[in-house]
């Protein structure tokens, strides 16, 4: 399957075909899925001189990676409060880190790679949708200094024209680290870097199966197959089948998104003065952002099944709205769908089952840093395999029971409703 008409795609540097994969190779270690966990693996693997291939059922970049906001952010869905409260202080310093860590990551590629995706450092906010989650983000603001001298710089209502001219929130929260990319460029930056390694990307091969004979893995797809020792599953919101444990470890959620016409800057610039990419406190978030040639992009709208009809894109713009009332004669010229996954914990996660078969997935909507951060995680893991390993490395991925997977389902869906009521 070819791009989305997502604004990405239809202002891409270059849409490479690359072949699909015929007859029999063999390699080192295969890699499943081309987004940024997949190519960060190879881009790694092939630094550290492993044979590898990447195996892509559509085109570099067609899953969440070419298709998100482009919001390159600190953090993880669960606050640092939370992980300290569950790990200590010195774990949560440690997560705190590794989330810098995967930006730093981005940079050093882009820069190093001389990849054109409109990497800038613009910050994010964090939009306080009640005054009483206004009061939360000033607690956290405390939390962060006090506890990592971690700088955040509070909005207050009075001063939120400064950051963001809407009514529709109460205050802010600003985190100067984080970035913003054009996400389908980057991955295809990443693509052409792993190419000028000797690394292989075979799009349009999608693997059916995947079988172990003696110490090689057989790996078969429409019409090739790959031999190798290892397998890396980068499929995150679309892992299906092939692997039970995975499948039954992440829970697929779709996210979508809406662009405005162009605006020109005179108007972007006083509807986010400081170009920041914001989201917000409510537990089914908008997130929202200017893009390079400035227009309003606008996401949010989970969605639980593959149905994308026109009342979801309807409403998503009606949600735009609230925002920004003043945008209602402008037109919507894209709009898009892509997956997310969500493990039980809510945490990403990295790591190994049975020494030869390695992941990494489950960003929970927040792995446009992770991702590159995580794909060097995955390629260490087969290149030193007894090295040190940090918590976050470690967490365990546990199966979603189905009893859980609806509760947590329902439970999701049950807060994100009881708060439109309130909206509409
Ligand atoms: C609408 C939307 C907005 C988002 N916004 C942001 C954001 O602003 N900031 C942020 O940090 N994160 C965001 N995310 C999340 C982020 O995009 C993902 O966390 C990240 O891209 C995951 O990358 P990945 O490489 O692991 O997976 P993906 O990019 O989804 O790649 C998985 C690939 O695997 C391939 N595949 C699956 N099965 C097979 C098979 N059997 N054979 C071969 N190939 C296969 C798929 O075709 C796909 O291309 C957003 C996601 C969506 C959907």
């Known amino acids: 399957m070819h791009h989305t008409d997502s604004l990405w795609a239809s202002t ?5 075909i690359r072949p699909s994969l015929e007859g029999e190779i063999e390699t080192t270690v295969t890699i499943i899925g081309a987004g940024f966990t997949g190519l960060a693996t190879a881009y790694y693997l092939r630094k550290a001189g492993i044979s590898c291939v990447v ?11 070419g298709r998100n906001a482009g919001m390159v952010l600190t953090g993880y869905k669960n606050g640092i409060q939370k992980i300290e409260k569950r790990w200590g202080r010195e774990v949560a310093k440690v997560f705190l880190e590794q989330s810098s860590l995967g930006i730093k990551k981005v940079r050093e590629i882009v820069e190093k790679e001389g990849i054109d995706c409109s990497l800038n450092h613009c910050g994010s906010m964090k939009a306080a949708f009640k005054s009483k989650h206004l009061e939360t983000l000033k607690k956290e603001q405390e939390f962060m200094w006090q506890a990592y001298q971690y700088e955040l710089q509070l909005i207050n209502p009075e001063q939120l024209s400064i950051e963001l001219k809407s009514d529709f929130y109460q205050g802010g929260l600003v985190d100067p680290r984080s970035h913003s990319f054009h996400p389908l460029n980057y991955a295809l930056g990443l693509a052409d870097a792993v190419e000028d390694q000797d690394g292989k990307i075979y799009e349009q091969t999608e693997v059916a199966s995947i079988n172990k004979k003696r110490n090689k893995y057989i790996v078969q797809t429409d019409m090739g197959v790959v031999k190798s020792t290892h397998i890396v599953f980068a499929t995150n919101g679309y892992t299906k089948n092939l692997n039970k444990k995975l499948t039954l470890s992440v829970m697929p959620m779709g996210s979508h998104i809406v662009v405005t016409e162009p605006l020109g800057k005179e108007v972007t610039e006083k509807l986010i003065p400081n170009n920041r990419m914001i989201s917000d406190t409510k537990n089914f978030l908008y997130y929202f952002r200017r893009t390079p040639d400035e227009r309003i992009l606008f996401g949010g709208r989970v969605s639980f099944n593959e149905k994308q009809d026109s009342s979801l894109y309807k409403s998503l713009r009606e949600n735009l709205l609230d925002v920004f009332p003043e ?3 402008r037109k919507i ?16 996660h990295v790591g190994t089952i049975k020494d030869t078969i390695h992941y990494a997935l489950g960003y929970c909507g927040h792995g446009a ?11 260490k893991n087969i290149v030193h395999p ?9 967490l365990p991925l546990k199966t ?12 999701i869906a049950g807060s994100y409703y009881s708060i439109m009521d309130k909206v509409n």
Not at 369 to 379: D, K, R
């Open 386 to 394: 007894n090295r040190e390993k940090s918590k976050l490395e470690e």
């Open 400 to 411: 979603i029971p189905f009893h859980n997977q609806r509760k947590l389902l329902l439970n």
């Open 369 to 379: 840093s992770t991702s590159t951060l995580f794909g060097e995680y995955v390629a």
């Open 333 to 348: 010229e894209f709009q898009w769908g892509g997956k997310v996954a969500f493990p039980l914990d809510f945490f990403p």
């Open 12 to 16: 891409a540097n270059q849409l490479k």
């Open 327 to 329: 945008l209602y004669d």
């Open 55 to 65: 195996l892509e059922k559509n085109m570099v970049g067609w899953g969440a990676s």
